[in-house]
């Protein structure tokens, strides 16, 4: 296979790391010339080890030849990181072609607010070659530090509500979301520790999900969230010659909903404040969340939609979440 090394590069993800694709590691091998693509984006200007944190993508890849099975060529999209400040809108929407297949991927990561992300993906594959597979991903995270206030008792334990909502249509492979969740007093611990200490929740799926806190919360502690929709075909998962579409439209939201605290006594504690060690501002009470939405975006879904509109394809499928 032809390469050009002045257009795309060629990212190795393993398959634990896949759908977060947090390390990346860049090389000089290619997809097949000729192709429309988006390029790959790299914006590393944060340190992994800083609160607060903000990390984002939305990548497209394919498997490459020679390469390990189900391991992906990622050669459009954008993987980007700081301490400034999070990246709202982070999207990919490109063309690739390998082996007599063509890949249509749409995904897109919006920041809205905090411990909020909406995330949708979409991969149309036309022709698709049975010895390859075909990975999107777009997903959002932070890390930072935040302290509770409660003029009344001293909490002992907390409990942290997740909601997730989304559909999911899938004939090869999978099409899904994944949120992970951590918090607790981990001092140095860089963003990564969210998926290295085996501490973390991890849910796939829409749900209402819980964390539970244990310990006296009368210091800063750190939080870590990630959201990422994806949409996977491995090899050998789609016949050869197979026309398909993959969505998982998690555009309604991850959102962090409730907190309770409870005393020594396990009572629940009705007078509290949570406040943002970043910003100074307070972002949950006893109530639920205080902080205000972001600036109207476009929703996911409707990016997606228009994405794949242009692309001239018709064989969108809107079935009942696979699980």
């Not at 498997?63 to 980007?80: K, L, M, Q």
């Not at 530090?145 to 008792?153: G, I, K, M, R, S």
């Not at 004939?171 to 992970?180: E, K």
């Amino acid at each position: 296979m032809a390469q050009d090394t002045t257009q795309l590069a060629r990212a190795r993800t393993t398959r634990s790391l896949r759908s977060l694709a947090i390390t990346i590691a860049i090389s000089g091998a290619l997809l097949a010339p000729g192709t429309a693509h988006a390029d790959l984006i790299l914006d590393h200007s944060g340190d992994l080890a800083v609160s607060p944190f903000y990390r984002s993508i939305a990548l497209q890849g394919i498997t490459y030849d020679g390469g390990p099975d189900n391991s992906f060529a990622i050669g459009n999209g954008v993987d980007a990181f700081s301490n400034t400040g999070p990246r709202v809108n982070t999207s990919v929407s490109a063309t690739a072609s390998q082996n007599g297949a063509t890949m249509y991927a749409n995904g897109q990561a919006l920041y809205n607010g905090f411990y909020s992300a909406k995330n949708s993906v979409s991969m149309t594959v036309d022709n698709a070659s049975a010895t390859d597979g075909y990975y999107v991903v777009a997903g959002q995270g932070t890390r930072t530090q935040v302290e509770f206030f409660t003029p009344d008792a001293l909490a002992a334990r907390s409990t942290f509500t997740w909601r997730v909502t989304g559909s999911e249509s899938a004939p090869y492979g999978q099409a899904t979301s994944r949120l992970d969740f951590l918090a607790g007093f981990y001092g140095n611990q860089d963003w990564n520790y969210l998926f290295t200490s085996g501490q973390a929740m991890t849910q796939y799926g829409p749900g209402t999900y819980t964390y539970n806190l244990a310990g006296v919360l009368n210091q800063p502690i750190d939080l870590y969230f990630w959201s990422a929709a994806f949409a996977e075909v491995d090899r050998g998962q789609a016949p050869q010659g197979a026309n398909f579409t993959s969505i998982a439209n998690y555009g309604s939201t991850y959102d962090l909903v409730g907190i309770q605290l409870y005393d020594a006594n396990d009572q629940l504690i009705t007078n509290w404040t949570m406040k943002d060690l970043t910003t100074g501002q307070t972002v949950f009470n006893q109530d639920g969340r205080l902080d205000a939405a972001p600036a109207p975006v476009p929703e996911p879904a409707s990016c997606l939609l228009l994405g794949t509109g242009l692309l001239g394809i018709a064989r969108w499928r809107r079935n009942k979440p696979l699980r």
